[in-house]
């Protein structure tokens, strides 16, 4: 990642005015970070990062002990923000560290910190991207297919469809619907009960008085 990538990313997600603003805040979670960690693994943060931003981490006295409150005070000390706005802009500052450096910086800058402080050091993962689907009610209705179609239902094709679909027949379903059927399934098949139970070569209605 660039040193102007870097700055547009965090500018973008932290709201910030511009590159200048994105900068100061950088700078300032670099250097509270530093201060947390030792120098094996402040060096190899800032093998990882451009070189305008590893020269704030070079110069930080490492090893002190801190939580996460403080990490987030001294942010807005040196940012001169509200406590809020300090706790958004690091959280954005230490995705993009996360997305900026290698696998192997990022297990061992993870490792040497406490949880609730590592747990800041996971990069975005990657947007899903949703399908646009127009939908313009003058032309593209169900009835005439899936938005943007260019073969509505209407002009199916249906000597494509097989011998038994729906598609190919001129009054689907013509021998069970009310509309045009000659009675029930069982009216017409003879296995009613006035016709005695399915398969009886005597029905009721010749039974015996």
């Not at 932290?14 to 300032?28: D, K, Q």
């Not at 406590?83 to 690091?90: K, N, P, Y």
């Not at 990022?106 to 990069?123: D, Y």
């Not at 939908?135 to 494509?160: C, I, N």
Request: hydrophobic fraction near 40%; glycine fraction near 6%.
């Amino acid at each position: 990642m660039t040193y102007d990538e870097f700055l547009s990313y965090v500018a973008e997600r932290a709201g910030l005015p511009g590159v200048e603003a994105s900068e100061c805040t950088i700078r300032a979670v670099l250097e509270v970070i530093g201060e947390r960690l030792s120098w094996p693994i402040i060096q190899a943060l800032a093998e990882d990062l451009p070189d305008a931003l590893a020269v704030s981490l070079r110069r930080v006295i490492p090893h002190q002990v801190f939580n996460l409150a403080e990490l987030h005070a001294r942010v807005a000390a040196r940012t001169q923000v509200r406590l809020g706005l300090a706790v958004e802009h690091t959280g954005v500052v230490c995705q993009v560290i996360a997305e900026a450096v290698s696998a192997g910086t990022l297990h061992r800058l993870r490792e040497a910190l406490p949880e609730p402080m590592s747990a800041l050091f996971v990069p975005r993962e990657p947007e899903e991207l949703l399908e646009h689907v127009h939908l313009d009610p003058s032309r593209h209705t169900l009835a005439e297919g899936r938005p943007g179609s260019h073969h509505p239902l209407s002009e199916a094709r249906p000597e494509r469809a097989h011998s038994h679909s729906v598609m190919r027949a001129d009054n689907p379903h013509e021998d069970t619907k009310l509309s045009s059927a000659s009675g029930f399934t069982q009216e017409r098949e003879g296995e009613t009960l006035a016709a005695g139970h399915p398969g009886s070569s005597r029905p009721l209605s010749e039974g015996e008085e």
